[in-house]
């Protein structure tokens, strides 16, 4: 199971759903980066289910560092971050060891993996890893706003509900407010919306899904690869990674195919003594790599595959149709969630770019302290 995301800066995510543990690696960290322990708790925080509207599972991620830091800043060697388990219900997959459940990984796992993988609550498939991952996240965002970078998603629609577009003149504030909201909308009222429409479909035994839309601001110019390693490839890369994402548009994304050249283009112009569009439909990148313009982009998130509803499969053991009722604890919307792993992914990858483009000690005061 390879299981190494990144180029100079690597991620790496172990654990299982109902084991004893989930934890991530970072190597490749530049040494000085300070580690605000308030910050991953906050982010944590931000991913555990909030009300009515997630799973009724309710771990409490009291992390413990285990290495790769001394006296709060990072030492450049490999960081570990550990995330006990706490609140397993492994009774409830015993039924179900040997049904494919619609939409799962049970399947296509058991093919890949003979039979061994571990099926409680999903194993190493779970969205339960992103604890972990958000974790990781939060490791690099003091580097990042260090350098005048931040990163913001909200729930652009939900269940039929749409929110507010981002505006170009608050993007920074709404970035940050976004980073401390209990829903991930930048309308009030229509988060409330997007919640009584979640609470619905809980209560009909089904799930819904939704958009969510990042932006990051501050990046300069220049960053990423052409080709196989380009601003779009590698965040892509990553953001596939985050269970329940199924398509990743930048910019104006599909609609540009209906657009005409001289309306898709976005024209640069001198703004004093910067260059900038007017504009943004690429979404700040061009030929693959950062134009200095906020980075735009959304990702679609599948409804919650696990529901409350009869949904007719196999049992693959025994080669036969069976009915399945699915219990146990289960978010109606993964998409509120989903925003501060996107939110983490992205600054991982925002970080492996800076390394990438200008060394080791990019993240880091790079000096001696």
Same mark, same amino acid.
């Given at each position: 199971?390879?299981?190494?995301?990144?180029?100079?800066?690597?991620?790496?995510?172990?654990?299982?759903?109902?084991?004893?543990?989930?934890?991530?690696?970072?190597?490749?960290?530049?040494?000085?980066?300070?580690?605000?322990?308030?910050?991953?708790?906050?982010?944590?925080?931000?991913?555990?289910?909030?009300?009515?509207?997630?799973?009724?599972?309710?771990?409490?991620?009291?992390?413990?560092?285990?290495?790769?830091?001394?006296?709060?800043?990072?030492?450049?060697?490999?960081?570990?971050?550990?995330?006990?388990?706490?609140?397993?219900?492994?009774?409830?997959?015993?039924?179900?060891?040997?049904?494919?459940?619609?939409?799962?990984?049970?399947?296509?796992?058991?093919?890949?993996?003979?039979?061994?993988?571990?099926?409680?609550?999903?194993?190493?498939?779970?969205?339960?890893?992103?604890?972990?991952?958000?974790?990781?996240?939060?490791?690099?965002?003091?580097?990042?706003?260090?350098? /005048? +970078?931040?990163?913001?998603?909200? !729930?652009?629609?939900? *269940? &039929?509900?749409?929110?507010?577009? #981002? %505006? $170009?003149? @608050?993007?920074?504030?709404?970035?940050?407010?976004?980073?401390?909201?209990?829903?991930?909308?930048?309308?009030?009222?229509?988060?409330?919306?997007?919640?009584?429409?979640?609470?619905?479909?809980?209560?009909?035994?089904?799930?819904?899904? /939704? +958009?969510?839309?990042?932006?990051? !601001?501050?990046?300069? *110019? &220049?960053?990423?690869?052409?080709? #196989? %390693? $380009?601003? @779009?490839?590698?965040?892509?890369?990553?953001?596939?990674?985050?269970?329940?994402?199924?398509?990743?548009?930048?910019?104006?994304?599909?609609?540009?195919?209906?657009?005409?050249?001289?309306?898709?283009?976005?024209?640069?112009?001198?703004? /004093?003594?910067?260059?900038?569009?007017?504009?943004?439909?690429?979404? &700040?990148?061009?030929?693959?790599?950062?134009?200095?313009?906020?980075?735009?982009?959304?990702?679609?998130?599948?409804?919650?595959?696990?529901?409350?509803?009869?949904?007719?499969?196999?049992?693959?053991?025994?080669?036969?149709?069976?009915?399945?009722?699915?219990?146990?604890?289960?978010?109606?919307?993964?998409?509120?969630?989903?925003?501060?792993?996107?939110?983490?992914?992205?600054?991982?990858?925002?970080?492996?770019?800076?390394?990438?483009?200008?060394?080791?000690?990019?993240?880091?005061?790079?000096?001696?302290?």
């Amino acid at each position: 199971m390879k299981n190494v995301y990144g180029n100079m800066l690597t991620l790496s995510l172990f654990g299982e759903s109902h084991g004893d543990a989930i934890g991530a690696v970072l190597d490749g960290l530049s040494p000085g980066i300070f580690v605000d322990e308030e910050v991953i708790a906050r982010e944590l925080t931000r991913r555990r289910p909030q009300d009515g509207t997630g799973t009724s599972r309710r771990e409490p991620d009291l992390f413990v560092i285990e290495s790769g830091v001394y006296e709060k800043h990072t030492t450049g060697a490999p960081l570990c971050i550990r995330i006990p388990n706490t609140q397993q219900h492994s009774a409830d997959y015993t039924q179900m060891q040997h049904i494919a459940r619609p939409g799962h990984s049970d399947y296509p796992a058991f093919c890949k993996y003979h039979g061994y993988a571990d099926v409680r609550g999903g194993g190493h498939f779970s969205g339960r890893i992103t604890a972990a991952l958000v974790a990781a996240g939060a490791i690099v965002y003091d580097a990042l706003e260090q350098k /005048g +970078i931040r990163i913001g998603t909200h !729930l652009s629609r939900c *269940a &039929g509900v749409d929110d507010l577009a #981002f %505006d $170009t003149a @608050e993007m920074a504030a709404q970035a940050e407010a976004l980073r401390h909201s209990a829903f991930p909308t930048l309308s009030s009222q229509a988060g409330e919306q997007m919640r009584a429409q979640i609470l619905r479909a809980r209560a009909d035994g089904d799930s819904v899904g /939704g +958009i969510a839309e990042t932006v990051v !601001l501050g990046l300069p *110019a &220049g960053l990423g690869e052409p080709w #196989f %390693d $380009t601003v @779009e490839g590698m965040l892509s890369h990553g953001l596939f990674s985050v269970p329940a994402v199924k398509g990743v548009e930048f910019g104006l994304g599909f609609a540009l195919a209906d657009l005409r050249g001289s309306v898709s283009n976005d024209p640069y112009r001198v703004c /004093g003594d910067k260059i900038q569009t007017d504009g943004n439909k690429n979404g &700040g990148i061009g030929g693959g790599i950062t134009n200095g313009m906020p980075l735009v982009f959304r990702c679609a998130i599948k409804p919650t595959p696990s529901i409350a509803q009869p949904q007719e499969t196999v049992d693959f053991r025994a080669n036969e149709n069976v009915t399945l009722r699915i219990s146990g604890r289960h978010d109606p919307c993964i998409a509120p969630r989903a925003c501060p792993v996107i939110d983490a992914i992205t600054a991982l990858t925002v970080a492996d770019l800076l390394l990438m483009r200008l060394g080791d000690d990019a993240l880091g005061p790079g000096e001696v302290r």
